[in-house]
């Protein structure tokens, strides 16, 4: 079966080996977070809609669960925001009463969760990884450049009832950009916000992969440890800084169609030969190969980054 909603499972620096379900088309989202890894938003909105039927989800993820492959997480990312399939509900129901045994995440930048039908949506997952980058409106807009009308207060406030109705794990990514959010007057705004919140976990997370704006740069270990010390001191939850992607030994799961599991990973997470290696078990020469084959014929975008050169699916 070719695999239009699923991707991976692919090796995630925070899930462990996860298994993507991607609910909607390619950049429809709320935000327009300037370190994207996955271009600019064209679709800018708020509208919550079917853009796929829920039984073409379902089926594939039936056919991948049903030799019960071993699993960190299914969970919810992609090209977009999740939230906005109109029907994510019955999408996370399903799941959980048809594989109670694999653990569901949510990866969300949270925006749309001041519905409160939508967070009681969600309840049934087991972990949900909202955002919050700033407090104050000005950097708000300035990292997220949000779709109008939304503001980091609403943010904070949906976020604050979430952790309130539901009872599972809930880790808050803040990402950080040296000279936006990471001064004494953003964090001073940021940590009583988190403390309203009540995470069980804050990941303070920097550029892995090329950002939508070329001007975003990862924070240096200096700053990104300054800032941890610094909300390690003022909240009650651990704070811990998000490793970079670093090859190691981890457990596959080799692809049968090797060209559409790269094309699937590509398209929502710019990748280099050694990621791609390691997310799909596969040696580096043979990876390498594909590549080459996939540059040739103009199907890449290609950009050479510190970490290395990143490899991306013409959209
Ligand atoms: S980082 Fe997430 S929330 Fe921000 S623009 Fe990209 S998909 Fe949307």
Request: charged share 25%.
């Amino acid at each position: 079966m070719k695999y239009k909603h699923l991707f991976g499972p692919v090796h995630s620096r925070r899930l462990g080996f996860s298994l993507g379900v991607d609910l909607v088309p390619f950049k429809y989202c709320p935000l327009n977070c300037v370190y994207c890894e996955i271009y600019s938003t064209d679709h800018l909105t708020l509208e919550r809609q079917e853009f796929f039927p829920v039984e073409e989800i379902l089926a594939e993820l039936r056919h991948f669960l049903a030799d019960g492959p071993k699993l960190d997480y299914i969970t919810f990312s992609g090209a977009g925001e999740p939230t906005l399939h109109s029907r994510i509900g019955e999408i996370i129901r399903i799941i959980k009463e048809e594989f109670p045994q694999y653990q569901l995440a949510l990866l969300t930048n949270g925006v749309l969760l001041d519905d409160a039908e939508l967070r009681k949506e969600i309840l049934p997952c087991d972990l949900i990884l909202p955002s919050l980058d700033a407090c104050r409106q000005e950097s708000f807009e300035k990292i997220n450049q949000p779709h109008p009308g939304l503001t980091a207060q609403k943010l904070v406030e949906a976020l604050s009832a979430l952790r309130v109705e539901f009872s599972g794990q809930i880790w808050l990514e803040v990402f950080i950009i040296e000279g936006i959010n990471d001064t004494p007057e953003e964090l001073d705004c940021l940590a009583p916000a988190i403390a309203k919140i009540k995470p069980d976990l804050v990941q303070l997370n920097s550029l892995d992969r090329p950002g939508s704006e070329e001007w975003v740069e990862a924070a240096g270990e200096t700053v990104l440890n300054r800032v941890k010390k610094y909300l390690v001191e003022r909240l009650e939850m651990p704070v811990e800084i998000i490793a970079k992607s670093h090859p190691q030994n981890f457990e596959t799961h080799v692809p049968q169609d090797i060209g559409e599991a790269m094309k699937a990973t590509l398209m929502r997470r710019p990748s280099t030969a050694e990621d791609l290696s390691q997310t799909l078990g596969l040696h580096i020469n043979e990876i390498s190969k594909f590549l080459r084959q996939l540059n040739l014929e103009g199907k890449v975008d290609i950009k050479r980054e510190e970490r290395g050169v990143f490899y991306s699916w013409k959209h």
